[in-house]
């Protein structure tokens, strides 16, 4: 089963209004990504964990949140939306490795309004 | 930083058409070079890898190489038929990135039946 699964497919917020985006996989994976597309845009790695090793990157760090409290599940958190998170967020988890291959969610489409 | 550049957003064929996509890279480490293909209401998912210059990587029909000296790389199919319909996306690994995948961003291929 190579599945990483994604909920829920469409979710609807508020500006200034909290978020909780949640994936999971049962690959056993140590490395789960999440991904920001946005139309005409290529996706944005926001941040990753390796095994519980939370990375972010430098220009969403304060944005983004994340929690892995076992192997299989990871969460995105924003604590305050702005129309500006509005966009289709991907998950994905793979092997350690430079050359491994990342296995994508179907996404959760975000609308902040 | 690193960069990826793909410069067609959107590409109309016929079946039995030839396919061919473009990238151009940039990065200081050794590149692992990846084409991932999103049909609609999945996530993305590995079509193929390229890891040596002047190497192809080949899966499903489809074939990419790399030219180091140029920094880059295609994708290419002889005869696209209906199912190949799908957004493709070049992306890189670099070697002193990490775990990153940088992504470029997106070409919609429709084939006319």
């Known amino acids: 089963d190579t599945t990483v699964k994604q909920n829920p497919r469409y979710k609807l917020a508020r500006v200034g209004k909290p978020v909780n985006l949640i994936c999971s996989q049962t690959m056993n994976h140590d490395t789960m990504y999440w991904y920001q597309k946005k139309p005409n845009q290529a996706p944005k790695l926001l941040l990753f964990?390796?095994?519980?090793?939370?990375?972010r990157e430098a220009d969403t760090f304060e944005k983004f949140q994340s929690s892995r409290p076992n192997n299989s599940f990871c969460s995105l958190y924003i604590g305050s939306a702005g129309l500006e998170y509005s966009a289709m967020y991907l998950c994905?988890?793979?092997?350690?490795?430079?050359?491994?291959?990342?296995?994508f969610g179907s996404g959760t489409r975000l609308t902040v309004l | 930083g690193d960069s990826v550049i793909q410069m067609q957003g959107q590409v109309t064929l016929s079946e039995n058409d030839f396919l061919f996509i473009n990238c151009t890279y940039s990065t200081t480490g050794y590149p692992t070079l990846f084409w991932y293909v999103q049909y609609s209401g999945e996530g993305p998912q590995l079509l193929l890898q390229v890891t040596t210059a002047n190497n192809k990587g080949s899966s499903r029909g489809f074939e990419a190489t790399y030219d180091k000296g140029t920094t880059s790389f295609h994708l290419q199919k002889t005869s696209v038929q209906e199912i190949d319909s799908a957004v493709y996306y070049c992306?890189?690994?670099?070697?002193?990135?990490?775990?990153?995948?940088?992504f470029g961003t997106g070409t919609s291929l429709l084939v006319d039946p």
């Open positions: 964990y390796y095994d519980k090793i939370l990375n």
């Open positions: 992306a890189m690994r670099a070697s002193n990135m990490g775990y990153k995948l940088t």
């Open positions: 994905a988890s793979s092997r350690a490795g430079s050359a491994e291959t990342l296995y």
